[in-house]
Protein backbone atom coordinates (compact mmCIF):
# COMPACT_ATOMS: atom_id res chain seq x y z
CA UNK A 1 0.00 0.00 0.00
CA UNK A 2 2.80 2.09 0.46
CA UNK A 3 3.01 3.79 -3.53
CA UNK A 4 -1.40 5.04 -2.54
CA UNK A 5 -0.45 6.78 0.32
CA UNK A 6 0.55 10.72 0.07
CA UNK A 7 4.17 11.18 -1.49
CA UNK A 8 4.69 12.80 2.46
CA UNK A 9 3.96 9.81 4.51
CA UNK A 10 5.35 7.07 2.57
CA UNK A 11 9.06 7.22 4.50
CA UNK A 12 7.22 6.80 7.64
CA UNK A 13 5.53 4.00 6.48
CA UNK A 14 8.41 2.18 4.78
CA UNK A 15 10.12 2.56 8.34
CA UNK A 16 7.02 1.44 9.46
CA UNK A 17 6.90 -1.76 7.21
CA UNK A 18 10.76 -2.66 7.81
CA UNK A 19 9.82 -2.51 11.45
CA UNK A 20 7.18 -4.80 11.52
CA UNK A 21 7.00 -6.69 8.45
CA UNK A 22 10.93 -7.62 8.40
CA UNK A 23 11.73 -10.25 6.14
CA UNK A 24 8.43 -10.19 4.59
CA UNK A 25 8.83 -6.60 2.84
CA UNK A 26 11.40 -7.90 0.26
CA UNK A 27 9.90 -11.56 -0.26
CA UNK A 28 9.92 -12.66 -4.19
CA UNK A 29 6.41 -12.25 -6.08
CA UNK A 30 7.01 -15.99 -7.45
CA UNK A 31 5.04 -17.06 -4.64
CA UNK A 32 2.60 -14.59 -4.54
CA UNK A 33 0.04 -15.94 -7.21
CA UNK A 34 1.31 -19.80 -6.41
CA UNK A 35 0.15 -21.97 -3.04
CA UNK A 36 3.38 -23.29 -2.38
CA UNK A 37 3.98 -25.23 0.83
CA UNK A 38 6.73 -24.91 3.60
CA UNK A 39 6.21 -27.99 5.19
CA UNK A 40 6.20 -30.68 2.15
CA UNK A 41 8.28 -31.25 -0.43
CA UNK A 42 6.18 -30.53 -3.71
CA UNK A 43 6.46 -29.13 -7.69
CA UNK A 44 4.32 -26.54 -9.06
CA UNK A 45 4.40 -24.91 -12.73
CA UNK A 46 4.71 -21.45 -12.98
CA UNK A 47 3.95 -19.80 -16.06
CA UNK A 48 5.71 -16.58 -17.21
CA UNK A 49 3.62 -13.93 -18.26
CA UNK A 50 4.03 -10.29 -20.40
CA UNK A 51 4.66 -12.64 -23.56
CA UNK A 52 1.82 -13.68 -26.37
CA UNK A 53 4.22 -16.99 -27.49
CA UNK A 54 4.62 -19.73 -24.88
CA UNK A 55 7.32 -19.48 -22.95
CA UNK A 56 9.72 -21.86 -20.66
CA UNK A 57 8.44 -23.05 -17.61
CA UNK A 58 9.77 -22.35 -14.99
CA UNK A 59 8.82 -24.64 -11.67
CA UNK A 60 8.16 -23.61 -7.62
CA UNK A 61 9.65 -26.45 -5.26
CA UNK A 62 7.82 -26.92 -1.69
CA UNK A 63 9.34 -27.90 1.11
CA UNK A 64 12.78 -27.03 2.79
CA UNK A 65 13.69 -25.82 -0.74
CA UNK A 66 11.10 -23.17 -1.16
CA UNK A 67 12.34 -19.71 -1.40
CA UNK A 68 15.96 -21.51 -2.06
CA UNK A 69 15.76 -22.99 -5.44
CA UNK A 70 13.59 -22.94 -8.59
CA UNK A 71 13.60 -24.92 -11.77
CA UNK A 72 14.49 -22.83 -15.05
CA UNK A 73 13.43 -25.01 -18.52
CA UNK A 74 15.64 -23.34 -20.94
CA UNK A 75 16.82 -24.31 -24.35
CA UNK A 76 20.01 -25.38 -24.37
CA UNK A 77 21.71 -22.47 -26.51
CA UNK A 78 20.09 -19.74 -24.30
CA UNK A 79 21.22 -22.01 -20.93
CA UNK A 80 25.28 -22.05 -22.48
CA UNK A 81 25.31 -18.22 -22.46
CA UNK A 82 23.77 -17.68 -19.26
CA UNK A 83 26.23 -20.55 -17.71
CA UNK A 84 29.62 -18.70 -19.33
CA UNK A 85 28.27 -15.10 -18.31
CA UNK A 86 27.58 -16.54 -14.44
CA UNK A 87 31.17 -18.34 -14.48
CA UNK A 88 33.01 -15.62 -16.18
CA UNK A 89 33.77 -14.24 -12.72
CA UNK A 90 37.09 -12.21 -14.12
CA UNK A 91 34.54 -10.07 -16.18
CA UNK A 92 32.95 -9.20 -13.11
CA UNK A 93 35.58 -8.30 -10.98
CA UNK A 94 37.24 -6.42 -13.95
CA UNK A 95 34.01 -4.15 -13.93
CA UNK A 96 34.15 -3.31 -10.04
CA UNK A 97 31.49 -5.97 -8.94
CA UNK A 98 32.78 -7.95 -6.02
CA UNK A 99 29.99 -10.81 -6.68
CA UNK A 100 28.73 -12.28 -10.05
CA UNK A 101 25.38 -10.20 -10.93
CA UNK A 102 23.98 -13.32 -13.02
CA UNK A 103 20.65 -15.39 -11.49
CA UNK A 104 22.74 -17.67 -9.57
CA UNK A 105 23.01 -21.24 -11.16
CA UNK A 106 23.05 -23.85 -8.88
CA UNK A 107 23.10 -27.32 -10.50
CA UNK A 108 21.75 -28.39 -14.61
CA UNK A 109 20.67 -31.21 -16.42
CA UNK A 110 19.37 -32.27 -19.64
CA UNK A 111 15.66 -33.11 -19.96
CA UNK A 112 13.27 -35.25 -22.07
CA UNK A 113 12.69 -32.52 -24.06
CA UNK A 114 15.96 -31.52 -24.97
CA UNK A 115 15.49 -28.65 -22.53
CA UNK A 116 17.80 -27.85 -19.67
CA UNK A 117 16.58 -28.21 -16.23
CA UNK A 118 18.64 -25.45 -14.29
CA UNK A 119 18.28 -25.07 -10.30
CA UNK A 120 18.59 -21.83 -9.71
CA UNK A 121 18.73 -19.67 -6.48
CA UNK A 122 15.77 -17.50 -5.16
CA UNK A 123 16.41 -13.99 -4.86
CA UNK A 124 14.51 -11.29 -2.85
CA UNK A 125 12.14 -9.04 -4.20
CA UNK A 126 12.59 -7.32 -7.89
CA UNK A 127 14.08 -3.72 -8.40
CA UNK A 128 10.67 -2.39 -10.16
CA UNK A 129 8.52 -3.75 -6.89
CA UNK A 130 11.86 -1.88 -4.54
CA UNK A 131 11.32 1.47 -5.87
CA UNK A 132 7.64 1.37 -5.29
CA UNK A 133 8.36 1.40 -1.92
CA UNK A 134 11.12 3.60 -1.51
CA UNK A 135 14.15 5.54 -2.79
CA UNK A 136 16.52 4.24 -0.65
CA UNK A 137 19.85 3.16 -2.37
CA UNK A 138 17.52 3.22 -5.82
CA UNK A 139 20.55 5.76 -7.12
CA UNK A 140 23.28 3.26 -6.40
CA UNK A 141 21.58 0.32 -7.92
CA UNK A 142 20.11 1.82 -10.98
CA UNK A 143 24.01 2.46 -11.69
CA UNK A 144 24.99 -1.15 -10.89
CA UNK A 145 21.85 -2.16 -13.30
CA UNK A 146 22.81 0.29 -15.91
CA UNK A 147 26.68 -1.58 -15.55
CA UNK A 148 25.61 -4.58 -15.81
CA UNK A 149 23.61 -4.03 -19.26
CA UNK A 150 26.71 -2.23 -20.45
CA UNK A 151 29.15 -5.07 -19.53
CA UNK A 152 26.76 -7.65 -21.46
CA UNK A 153 26.52 -5.31 -24.78
CA UNK A 154 30.64 -4.86 -24.79
CA UNK A 155 30.64 -8.48 -24.97
CA UNK A 156 28.43 -9.60 -27.47
CA UNK A 157 26.10 -11.25 -24.89
CA UNK A 158 22.05 -10.72 -25.67
CA UNK A 159 20.14 -11.04 -22.90
CA UNK A 160 16.88 -10.43 -24.53
CA UNK A 161 14.99 -8.64 -22.07
CA UNK A 162 16.78 -6.12 -20.21
CA UNK A 163 14.58 -3.29 -20.74
CA UNK A 164 12.28 -5.15 -17.89
CA UNK A 165 13.18 -3.81 -14.76
CA UNK A 166 11.74 -6.70 -13.05
CA UNK A 167 14.61 -9.13 -14.40
CA UNK A 168 16.70 -7.50 -11.43
CA UNK A 169 16.50 -8.68 -8.64
CA UNK A 170 17.86 -7.92 -5.13
CA UNK A 171 19.30 -10.12 -2.73
CA UNK A 172 19.77 -8.55 0.78
CA UNK A 173 22.53 -9.09 3.63
CA UNK A 174 21.00 -10.58 6.55
CA UNK A 175 22.61 -11.14 10.07
CA UNK A 176 23.38 -14.43 12.00
CA UNK A 177 19.41 -15.08 12.26
CA UNK A 178 18.42 -14.43 8.98
CA UNK A 179 17.49 -10.92 9.58
CA UNK A 180 17.38 -8.29 6.85
CA UNK A 181 19.55 -5.47 7.28
CA UNK A 182 18.19 -2.61 5.43
CA UNK A 183 20.66 -0.41 6.25
CA UNK A 184 23.37 -2.01 3.95
CA UNK A 185 22.86 -1.88 -0.24
CA UNK A 186 21.47 -4.75 -1.78
CA UNK A 187 23.26 -6.90 -4.93
CA UNK A 188 21.38 -6.67 -7.91
CA UNK A 189 21.27 -9.54 -10.39
CA UNK A 190 19.89 -9.99 -13.60
CA UNK A 191 17.25 -13.26 -13.70
CA UNK A 192 15.63 -14.84 -16.47
CA UNK A 193 17.90 -16.06 -19.25
CA UNK A 194 16.05 -17.60 -21.48
CA UNK A 195 16.25 -15.65 -24.45
CA UNK A 196 20.14 -14.83 -24.21
CA UNK A 197 22.41 -15.22 -26.88
CA UNK A 198 26.32 -14.70 -27.57
CA UNK A 199 27.06 -13.12 -31.22
Same mark, same amino acid.
Given at each position: ???????? *????? $?? %?? !? &?? /?? @? +??????????????????????????????????????????????????????????????????????????????? *????? $?? %?? !? &?? /?? @? +??????????????????????????????????????????????????????????????????????????????????
Amino acid at each position: MIPFVPKN *EQKDL $FE %LA !K &EK /LG @N +VLIESSLYSKNIISNDSFSRQNFEKGGSKKKSPKTTLIGGGLKNKTIIRHIKPEHFLTWQKVYKNYKLWEKAGFDYVPI *EPIQS $FK %LN !K &EN /LV @N +VYSGVLDLDLYDWKQITDEFVKELEEDREKIIEILEKNKIKHGHTNVVKNFCLRFFRDKNGNVDFNQKPRIYLIDWDQAVSY
